[in-house]
């Protein structure tokens, strides 16, 4: 058990890192002490935080206000999901391997971060791969 608010949980998080985190891996953490919190849990209390202490990213990567961030997590198209969407669509058998190996090389960001992002556009039923089996 950790004390204090989800928004406490993140912003202890977001002080131990330089860039902007994705939300799927603050989510994650406050999972550990605040178990059955949702994605839009964390992204209501973060948008309607009344100090204003985080700023939110294109795809969905968060910091905090009181930290200057540079790099290529702060500067992602607004529209990057629209972009997948239709390369998917485009590529039937892309796997999600080969997808962020594309998106790590085109948008320079780790390939952690590109798993994030597809995560999350999966998780919103934005796309799907024909083999589910990628999926396991």
Request: net charge positive.
């Amino acid at each position: 058990f950790k004390g204090g608010t989800i928004k406490d949980i993140i912003s202890d998080h977001l002080l131990n890192h330089n860039e902007p985190i994705h939300i799927l891996e603050l989510l994650n953490v406050v999972n550990i002490y605040r178990t059955n919190t949702t994605e839009n849990n964390v992204l209501t209390n973060l948008k309607l935080d009344p100090k204003q202490k985080f700023v939110i990213f294109n795809q969905n990567f968060i910091g905090l206000t009181s930290k200057k961030y540079e790099g290529p997590l702060t500067s992602l198209p607004k529209f990057l999901g629209k972009t997948i969407k239709n390369f998917v669509h485009q590529n039937p058998g892309v796997s999600k391997e080969e997808l962020a190996n594309s998106l790590k090389d085109t948008h320079n960001i780790s390939k952690k971060n590109a798993n994030y992002i597809i995560q999350l556009l999966e998780n919103r039923n934005f796309i799907k791969f024909e083999d589910q089996s990628q999926n396991l």
